[in-house]
């Protein structure tokens, strides 16, 4: 089987996989699960930080060591690598976050957190705001730009194997990256599976709709992959795209996300452990 192929297997998993799992713990959601969601998320962001910086930048570079103008243009591909993915989260959080009168004192004044957003922790009260169908609309909107999100996510995994040039389960920057993706889609997955259902979509269907925003990852994982393989500076390119991307969704998506869940010390210190782990994976 070609690398090409695995690629696509590994990165369907991770995509809509991913997403697929976090639509069905949404249907099943409970509020108790926030602290494990947090823990594996800073987790993940640590093991994709070893990997970006140890890994993936370091083959970005070395395509062409000792040149000025590349390393220039490895750090000007980092840049728009997380300027495109700050933009697509920005669009995002316009889109979907938006802002609905304060049922007390206590109320977030934002839907930043996953409780809020999803409104678990006081349904109730929230539910005779909305209607179903602004619900389910919302759920829509919030479907396809997740969609949109996981392209570049994907070309982040097709990159790194097109550096690694591995066939298979084989523990390498890809498949790493792959694993840490696709954890980072289950929060996204429940994102779009709670509105979805609480608008009125069967919990089956809302779960199929979920996991299906997960496929553009497949596609940006082929774009990443074939683009990677023609030559040492377009390796560098995509190496450093993905570099700028994961960065973004370590420090603005993963974190953040993590310590909105649980407000304590141990979401730094499961990506501590998370770092230490990646540099086993890539130097042991």
């Known amino acids: 089987m070609s690398t090409l192929v695995w690629v696509i297997v590994i990165t369907t998993i991770a995509g809509v996989g991913g997403t697929g799992l976090g639509g069905l713990i949404g249907a099943i959601f409970s509020k108790d699960s926030e602290k494990i969601v947090s823990l594996f998320l800073s987790f993940a962001g640590g093991v994709m930080l070893s990997v970006v910086c140890f890994d993936l930048l370091f083959e970005a570079v070395e395509q062409s060591p000792n040149d000025i103008f590349h390393l220039i243009l490895v ?3 980092v840049l728009i690598g997380y300027g495109v993915i700050y933009v697509l989260n920005f669009w995002i959080d316009k889109t ?3 802002e609905i009168a304060h049922i007390d004192q206590n109320h977030p004044k ?3 957190q996953l409780s809020e957003l999803i409104h678990s922790n006081h349904y109730e009260e929230h539910k005779k ?3 179903k169908s602004s619900l389910f609309i919302g759920g829509l909107v919030m479907a396809c730009a997740i969609a949109l999100h996981n392209l570049p996510e994907g070309m982040v995994i097709g990159a790194s194997y097109a550096n690694d040039g591995a066939v298979g389960f084989t523990i390498t920057g890809g498949l790493v990256l792959a694993i840490v993706i696709g954890l980072h889609n289950i929060p996204e997955g429940m994102s779009v599976s709670v509105p979805l259902i609480a608008g009125g979509m069967n ?3 809302a779960v199929f709709v979920t996991a299906a925003t997960g496929a553009p990852t497949i596609i940006g994982a082929i774009l990443g992959y074939t683009f990677g393989s023609l ?3 377009a390796l560098a390119i995509s190496l450093s795209f993905a570099s700028g991307a994961m960065l973004y969704v370590v420090f603005g998506e ?3 996300e993590s310590i909105l869940m649980w407000r304590s010390k141990f979401p730094a210190f ?3 452990i998370g770092l230490l782990v990646g540099m086993v994976i890539i130097f042991a």
């Open 110 to 112: 934002t839907a930043d």
């Open 75 to 77: 750090i000007s591909m």
């Open 203 to 205: 919990k089956a269907k």
């Open 96 to 98: 979907t976050n938006n």
């Open 129 to 131: 705001k909305p209607t």
């Open 270 to 272: 499961a990506m501590l």
């Open 231 to 233: 030559g040492p500076t």
């Open 254 to 256: 993963l974190l953040p």
